[in-house]
């Protein structure tokens, strides 16, 4: 996580809060691009069941069909 990307982006996704606030440390004018998904950080890079929580938490604050779209072109 760089400050480059951390700028460059529009909108940031964290799990848990604490996720959040070291974001914040780090580049502070990042606040209002952060979103915290409050999931607990237990799961292991990439687990089915992780992937799954994700895209149901993330269907609450993202167009995902529009997302996949954007990516496939």
Do not use: Q
């Amino acid at each position: 996580m760089t400050d480059e990307l951390l700028v460059w982006a529009d909108r940031i996704f964290t799990m848990e809060e604490y996720h959040s606030r070291a974001i914040v440390e780090k580049c502070p004018s990042c606040y209002d691009k952060i979103t915290v998904l409050g999931i607990e950080d237990v799961y292991n890079r990439n687990s089915a069941k992780l992937v799954a929580i994700l895209i149901t938490n993330m269907a609450d604050v993202v167009d995902l069909d529009e997302w996949v779209r954007a990516r496939i072109r």
